[in-house]
């Protein structure tokens, strides 16, 4: 099977190119055996005898995957000769010696060893995906290419045609084109767009279903939800269908939060006694191969996260594609035999409506982690604001991110990073996060910070259409921490957390109270790891015990972890007024668990908050209640920043520096000390 694939057929060319040459480009379609083959390639050709070769995946579930699949292929076990490494999982060993690993977990590497001595090769992978840490690694790869690390190779491979971008970033490296066996695709519009293309993209898999031959369906939509929704409409349609009209079907689910065991069922062999129907989001676009499709839904619309540096709002909204994810998705049609393309839109829609191109994720999202990154690798001759990125984000957004680090203490006025910033970034959290934990640590509390931090870290914690976990996460009773009630979402998730600890840790006591055991353990192991990293005894556990955590320790700490998320309330209603360089009106989310009010039914007046976003509407998700007077640092700081100066301007900014040293960012002083003047 992999004999065939377009990338093996070009093994001696490739192993030519890289020996020859620091970086190479190697461009192929999706499905050409890119990802799985080119490190076993490299590894016959012996690079492996002078350090691992690294794979990088934007996504964790794409690394552990292809991990998997390569093992098999190797007929090695995983973990030893072929590995992975994401946040908080890492599969590999001495023996180790190909790596697949996430884009984040390659730029944590790079804070211990600088020069990624532990390789000979670096594959940056799936880089058309634009991922903003793909991107901050091209940037610095780029600087360690050619001189400074001689030995190192890399490789950067992409589906789409950009190719010639990426080679005149690394000053015009040989870009090879892997030549794709693509069987044509027929593309099909809709006549008019539809009202309802969940609906719209369930009836053309029917008509699919019931009128063509043999060949399993993809399916794109845009989040579990969605794809929930389409699976249920599906199952109870098919369900009518006439006995024997047609071949049987199997409905499968994809995207990144499923189950590790039914993320398998898709990779298996497609049965040839009826069709599979795969309702997938835009993961299957370009990063898993699902093998057998011959006919693609596009309903033309993908999820994405969109970051607001003038707000510090993100929203997860629903946009258009690009012209290219669109190819990209026709594409999966054609990849074994001649395919259809059912777009659920109109011609004139693709051709003048629809980006040329995705707007990558570095000029979408928040730099903090990134900025903060850069920080701590200390690029002595580098100021942060002319890093060379690929496509460079926006200086609002840069200079928000900086902002950022300055309140929460990474970074002083002068722009260099503080040995706390140094230590936020070894955290593999967000800097807030971190930040927090480090004052936890300060305060005696860590214990109970940890177990924050972690069960933060976990994506979906209560079971979905529960009963029990809607009523249960506001009313959660709080037996062991009486004190706690009330005082926002934070404490309740260490309270549950406490309460499972209590109780043995049993899968019973997740079941009973609609949280999900999966999350739970996810949550005890990434606690265990955090503690190792920050290497903390845990002195503080009896005493935990005995007396109850410090609650006031530890919304303290939250509080000046979080402190570049303040929000305070509106005098006479429970709308809250965030704090920062441009403040928002905003509610708490309704998901929030119930917090305690006064007698006039107000919420606590201040709150530190993890997230902004905007779903319809702002809310504040995750929200602690804290004291006025512990707002206090941030808030004076908040009023004098000289943005100019953070970047880190330690030599030869030039014209452009001292230009720009006038232009000090103000920040919005109004309200900050009178809250009650601003409210309308
Ligand atoms: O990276 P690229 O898209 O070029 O291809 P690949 O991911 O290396 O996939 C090559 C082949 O391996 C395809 O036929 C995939 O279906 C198959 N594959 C698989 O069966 N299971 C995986 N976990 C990954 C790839
Ligand atoms: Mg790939």
Known sequence: MADELPVTRFESEIVDLVKKHDVVVIIGETGSGKTTQI????????????????????????????????????????????GYSIRFEDRTSDKTQIKYLTDGCLLRELLSDSELKQYSVIILDEAHERSLNTDVLLGLLKRLAGRKCPDLKIVITSATLDGEKFSS???????????????PVEVLYSTEQPINYIESAVQTALEIHTQEGPGDILLFLTGKDE??????????????????????????????????????????????????????????????????????????VVKQHQYSPATGMYSLVVVQISRVQATQRAGRAGRTRPGKCYRLYTETMFENELAAVTVPEIQRSSLTSAVLHLKSLDLKEVNVLEFEFLDPPSRASLEDALQQLFIIDAIREDGSITSLGKRM????????????????????????????????????????????????????EFKNLPDGKGLGDHIQLLQIYEEWREDGFRAEWCEQHGVKTRSMMFARDIRKQLSQIIQWESKGSSRYKQKGPDLVALRKSLCIGFSNRLAHRMQR????????????????????????????????????????VNTGRPYIRNVCAVEGSWCQPALKKLSSLSVNKLGGTQSNSGQRAKQEEKETVQTEKAGLEKPSAVQK
């Not at 062999?269 to 057998?292: H, K, M, Q, Y």
């Not at 109970?448 to 529960?466: G, P, R, W, Y």
């Not at 917090?595 to 530190?608: I, N, T």
């Open 39 to 82: 490190s076993q390639i490299l590894h016959r050709a012996h690079f492996t005898a002078s350090g691992m070769i690294a794979i990088t995946q934007p996504r964790r579930v794409a690394a552990v995957s292809v991990a998997r699949r390569v093992a098999s292929e190797m007929n090695v076990r995983l973990g030893e000769e072929v």
């Open 169 to 183: 970033f690394f000053s015009g490296c040989p870009v090879m084109k892997i030549p794709g066996k693509l069987f």
């Open 573 to 612: 209603h429970n709308g809250y007024r965030t704090l920062g360089t441009k403040s928002q009106l905003v509610q708490v989310h309704p998901s929030a668990c119930s917090m305690e009010v006064d007698d006039d039914g107000l919420l606590p007046e201040w709150v530190v908050y993890n997230e902004l």
């Open 425 to 476: 970034a070894v955290l593999p959290l967000e800097p807030s996060l971190s930040r927090a934990l480090l004052a936890a640590e300060e305060a005696s509390c860590l214990n109970e910070a940890l177990t924050i931090a972690a069960m933060l870290s976990c994506e979906s914690l209560f079971v979905a259409n529960s009963k029990k976990s809607s009523s249960n996460k506001r009313d959660l």
């Open 227 to 300: 794809i929930d929704k389409a699976i249920k409409k599906l199952e109870d349609r098919i369900r009518l269908l006439e006995e024997g009209s047609c071949m049987d079907a199997v409905i499968l689910p994809l995207h990144a939060s499923l189950e590790p065991e039914l993320q398998v069922r898709v990779f298996a062999p497609s049965p040839t006694t009826c069709r599979r129907i795969i309702v997938a989001t835009n993961i299957a676009e370009t990063s898993l191969t699902v093998d057998g499709v011959v006919f693609v839904i596009d309903p033309g």
